[in-house]
């Protein structure tokens, strides 16, 4: 009688532990995880001290990178546009068209389903907070893509050709369809619309996925004060100055996303990814993590970023580094397994990085191409990326696990791996050849969007952006 009494009673308490559990927090796991994605605007692999910067401070990234998966080996397209196509698509910049800024090839061809897409069908809430840059217009504004909240902005920022008369203090966005006003600073608005969206969707025990896609430290560089106070002595210019503040802006937001979920009991059951479009746009004058190379340049420099991704829950082998090429196409097919989405009949240029999250299983023989430009493509305006070998248009290679800094061609010296990547990269474009010319037309007359707005990034040559230069003083 007292055994079945004991086993009656444990079991009682394990069951109360369990709806405790649950209550608490702890139930999660059992769950579908939430999904957030930072991506920031023009911060290179070197913008950041944990890289060996030597003026840069970003404690908050740092501390995430010690608590994610850092892919230390990650590349992105070397310009906005592009990148953010791939992320969104799985698919390089000239298989879904976004291909680059402005020259009428900035667009998602329609018939691709994209990672907003994904995530609602499979009952998640979805939201955009910041910078789209894959369409102005109906059928390419990222509600009409599959986010069901949208605060954005048009073009490649503030001050672009379609946001002329924008300010990063006193920052007009859309929401929507919606203009609106605030006097906040721009990534601080990103922010505090993600977090307030967030906080509805927790309130309805709704999973969410949440972009908060960054338009700094893209110029023109504008800090807030004390951001830029903070380093004005520290560095040869002002440019540096506000660009090192604008990065200390987002470390100090993602403290307060990091505070958020902590609040919230939602940092174990969340797959947090913090990304970066490109090379840097400024810090290279202060560190460049010994690459060759900037923004919108096919060496290393301009497409190798970081990429952390951390998720408590996921019982990934992290944290820890891991320095096997990705790219940033493998998001979504990762996302995809990572939180079990129903997956549509769609084949990604990107694969899915579970291997490596869980086992560090490598992949061997795997190569890409990273490339990027105006429509038509043109050959080998191109980075084949192959282990440590980079095949930089046709005949320049390099082994930066010797030679980082990408300064001694070693083509002569290895004719079989020029070989095997050249013909990677053959059958890469033959794939290409046959769409490789036609753009993605713009929809006028929709009823969805009428009047169509038209401007100089929607021009075949190439745009005009004179709100750009006169923002930089005519440079």
């Known amino acids: 009688m007292k055994k079945s009494m004991s086993v ?30 930072v991506l920031s605007d023009d911060q ?10 030597p003026i840069l401070q970003t404690p908050t990234l740092d501390k995430l990178a010690h608590e994610s998966i850092e892919l230390t080996d990650f590349h992105v397209a070397p310009l906005c546009t592009p990148s953010r196509g791939q992320l969104m698509t799985g698919l390089d910049a000239y298989h879904n068209k976004a291909a680059t800024v402005g020259s009428a090839s900035g667009i998602v061809r329609r018939d691709v389903i994209m990672m907003p897409e994904f995530f609602k069908k499979n009952g998640y809430t ?14 390419d504004r990222p509600m009409d893509k599959g986010f069901d909240k949208s605060i954005w902005v048009k073009g490649w920022g503030l001050l672009s050709e379609m946001e002329y008369d924008n300010d990063y203090y006193e920052t007009r966005y859309l929401d929507s369809l919606t203009t609106k006003y605030s006097t906040k600073y721009c990534s601080n608005i990103w922010f505090d619309k993600a977090m307030e969206w967030m906080d509805e969707s927790v309130k309805n025990d709704k999973p969410f996925f949440t972009y908060i896609a960054l338009n700094a430290p893209h110029g023109p560089f504008d800090s807030p004060k004390q951001d830029f106070d903070f380093y004005k002595d520290k560095v040869s210019n002002e440019k540096t100055a506000s660009f090192f503040g604008m990065i200390k802006n ?21 797959i947090l990814l913090y990304i970066t479009d490109n090379g840097t746009a400024q810090g290279e004058e202060v560190f460049n993590a010994d690459m060759r190379g900037k923004k919108t340049s096919l060496y290393e420099g301009g497409h190798r970023v970081t990429c952390f991704i951390r998720w408590p829950n996921g019982n990934l082998i992290g944290p820890l580094k891991i320095d096997t090429p990705t790219q940033i196409q493998d998001i979504l097919p990762t996302l995809i397994e990572l939180a079990n989405l129903k997956q549509e009949q769609q084949i990604f240029d990107g694969v899915s990085l579970s291997p490596l999250l869980y086992s560090k299983s490598k992949f061997e023989d795997r190569m890409f191409v990273v490339q990027y430009g105006e429509i038509p493509a043109k050959k080998y305006e191109s980075c084949v990326v192959y282990g440590h070998w980079r095949l930089v248009g046709e005949e320049e290679l390099y082994n930066i696990k010797t030679d980082p800094s990408q300064t001694n061609n070693v083509a002569n010296s ?5 070989s095997e990547m050249k013909n990677h990269y053959e059958n890469w ?26 401007n100089s990034s929607n021009w075949l040559d190439s745009p005009v952006n004179t709100q750009w230069k006169v923002a930089m003083g005519g440079d």
């Open 8 to 37: 009656k009673f444990l079991v009682e308490v394990s069951f109360l532990l369990f709806l405790i559990s649950i209550s608490s927090g702890y139930g999660q796991q059992f769950k579908k995880p939430n999904v957030i994605i």
């Open 44 to 53: 290179g692999y070197g913008d950041f001290s944990m890289h060996g910067n």
């Open 126 to 139: 979805t939201g955009i907070f910041g910078k789209w840059h894959l369409g102005e217009s109906y059928p």
């Open 250 to 270: 987002i470390d100090r937001n993602m403290q307060r996303l990091e505070d958020w979920m902590e609040a919230n009991g939602l940092k174990e059951n969340t």
């Open 414 to 418: 290895n004719p079989k791996i020029v």
């Open 429 to 454: 474009w033959s794939e290409l050849e046959l769409d490789r010319k036609e753009l993605v037309p713009l929809i006028v007359g929709s009823d969805q969007k009428n009047p169509v707005i038209l």
